[in-house]
């Protein structure tokens, strides 16, 4: 599919669209989708996808709810680790995520629960391994 041509005729009107690997990524499913539902409509008109241009609001809020889907899974998981340790053994059959159906074993081999022995300096840290923390602390600090 040839992705150049048909996202230049999304940017002048995109307000998130920034080039033909975005297109190119959302259609391949490598990320979860557009953060603006005229950018579905608009992916629609350039692929000449009717379906997906006419009904862009509903698939939108079908990319959102998935979006909420998976953040909620991974506070699930994230509080289940918590929970357990890193000692603890959870049954293959343990259902993680009732909703999917998502067990235990089909996290077998993704999620590793290590415990932290100890905290100290590292020197100097590059900006792009700690601004994200900092982002995220000071918007805890302001809120």
């Not at 959102?64 to 909620?72: G, I, L, S, Y």
């Not at 100290?120 to 900092?134: H, K, N, Q």
Request: charge should be neutral; charged fraction near 25%.
């Amino acid at each position: 599919m040839p992705f150049v041509g048909q996202s230049s005729d999304l940017l002048p009107t995109s307000s998130w669209l920034t080039g033909c690997k975005l297109v190119r990524l959302w259609v391949v499913g490598a990320t979860i989708g557009p953060i603006d539902p005229l950018d579905v409509k608009r992916v629609g008109q350039a692929l000449e996808d009717v379906a997906l241009r006419d009904h862009h609001e509903a698939v939108y809020a079908g990319i959102e709810a998935f979006r909420r889907a998976h953040a909620e899974l991974m506070k699930r998981l994230g509080a289940l680790a918590v929970r357990v340790g890193p000692t603890a053994h959870i049954r293959p059959d343990q259902v993680i995520d009732e909703r999917s159906g998502l067990t235990a074993a089909d996290f077998q081999g993704c999620v590793e629960i290590l415990r932290v022995r100890a905290v100290a300096p590292a020197g100097v840290m590059p900006l792009a391994a700690i601004g994200r923390l900092r982002q995220l602390r000071d918007a805890e600090a302001n809120s």
